[in-house]
Nanobody
């Protein structure tokens, strides 16, 4: 029912800024009580949670990334955004957006986008 689709540049140079978009259909990003997360998976590694924006608009980030990460949204467009500054080669990963059920403990995702490959390289 709910569909998410990530888009953005596939190649980013070191020190530059990454901007990704997640378009959502079949459900509103403002509906109680869902959270909308960005998650990434470097090649050969596990999933890493980046942060979320809640139905209310509040945001929260992984402590290791929060200094250079910003999640925002456009309610009218039902669209999520991820901005990450000062990209490094270690930021190379497949980036996903996903819906979290918003239950205690978190990290319960019922819908995922297909993911978009981001390669950081000069």
């Amino acid at each position: 029912q709910v569909q998410l689709q990530e888009s953005g540049p596939g190649l980013v140079k070191p020190s530059q800024t990454l901007s990704l978009t997640c378009t959502v259909s079949g459900g509103s990003i403002t509906t109680n009580y869902y959270y909308w997360s960005w998650i990434r998976q470097p090649p050969g590694k596990g999933l890493e949670w980046i942060g979320y924006i809640a139905y209310s608009g509040s945001t929260y980030y992984s402590p290791s990334l929060k200094s250079r990460t910003a999640i925002s949204r456009d309610n009218a467009k039902n669209t999520l955004y991820l901005q990450m500054n000062s990209l490094k080669p270690d930021d190379t990963a497949v980036y996903y957006c996903a819906r979290d059920l918003g239950r205690p403990g978190g990290l319960e995702f019922d819908y995922w986008g297909q993911g978009t490959q981001v390669t950081v390289s000069s």
